[in-house]
T-cell receptor, first 115, second 114 residues
Framework: DADVTQTPRNRITKTGKRIMLECSQTKGHDRMYWYRQDPGLGLRLIYYSFDVKDINKGEISDGYSVSRQAQAKFSLSLESAIPNQTALYFC??????????????FGEGSRLTVL | AQSVTQLDSQVPVFEEAPVELRCNYSSSVSVYLFWYVQYPNQGLQLLLKYLSGSTLVKGINGFEAEFNKSQTSFHLRKPSVHISDTAEYFC????????????FGAGTRLFVKA
């Protein structure tokens, strides 16, 4: 089983719908992140959390919200999806040591299509 | 502010040929450097990393990279590629700014042809 699990792996939805992407990890890491991947743009940070009570915006947080339900769970919500949020979304984790160097451990991604 | 530039968006190469994927970064402080690989329909996995010490870093699958501080580069190399190396490769940088946020380049798609 994967150490960082994302659900759903694929989702097609319509404009205006609310969508939640979920991430759970068994690595015991404190830090969790949501990234978005678009062709030609690489990965961009949406939100990150260093522990359950700590939530921080990344460079492209507009239109997104997150919830850190437990150390092992970090969910990303799109309150009202729009077509330009069509992308591949990655959850990532790091621990105190790896987090202090920027090394990340990734899930397999959630492909979201907004029609 | 830090940034990462991957100089080639696509690199086609024949099997068993050498390859170099180029990465330049900008930062005013010390950095940590990474190369990640993304195989089709998979997440990213760490290929290699430079934290400190020797500037020549060896990673998995026969890849290596050299940190050049004066040229602010971290190019990835492999002396002989295989079909299975076809993937997208991301260069990434982090610097100490209170959070060690990691910044990614746009990616280089490596096509290995038979």
């Amino acid at each position: 089983d994967a150490d960082v699990t994302q659900t759903p792996r694929n989702r097609i939805t319509k404009t205006g719908k609310r969508i939640m992407l979920e991430c759970s990890q068994t690595k015991g890491h404190d830090r969790m992140y949501w990234y978005r991947q678009d062709p030609g743009l690489g990965l961009r940070l949406i939100y990150y959390s260093f522990d359950v009570k700590d939530i921080n915006k990344g460079e492209i947080s507009d239109g997104y919200s997150v919830s850190r339900q437990a150390q092992a769970k970090f969910s990303l919500s799109l309150e009202s999806a729009i077509p330009n949020q069509t992308a591949l979304y990655f959850c990532a984790t790091s621990d105190l040591y790896s987090g202090n160097t920027g090394e990340l451990f990734f899930g397999e991604g959630s492909r979201l299509t907004v029609l | 502010a830090q940034s990462v530039t991957q100089l080639d968006s696509q690199v086609p190469v024949f099997e068993e040929a050498p390859v170099e994927l180029r990465c330049n970064y900008s930062s005013s402080v010390s950095v940590y450097l990474f190369w990640y690989v993304q195989y089709p329909n998979q997440g990213l996995q760490l290929l290699l990393k430079y934290l400190s010490g020797s500037t020549l870093v060896k990673g998995i699958n026969g890849f290596e990279a050299e940190f050049n501080k004066s040229q602010t580069s971290f190019h990835l190399r492999k002396p002989s590629v295989h079909i299975s190396d076809t993937a997208e490769y991301f260069c990434a940088v982090s610097e100490e700014d209170g959070g060690f946020k990691t910044i990614f380049g746009a990616g280089t798609r490596l096509f290995v042809k038979a």
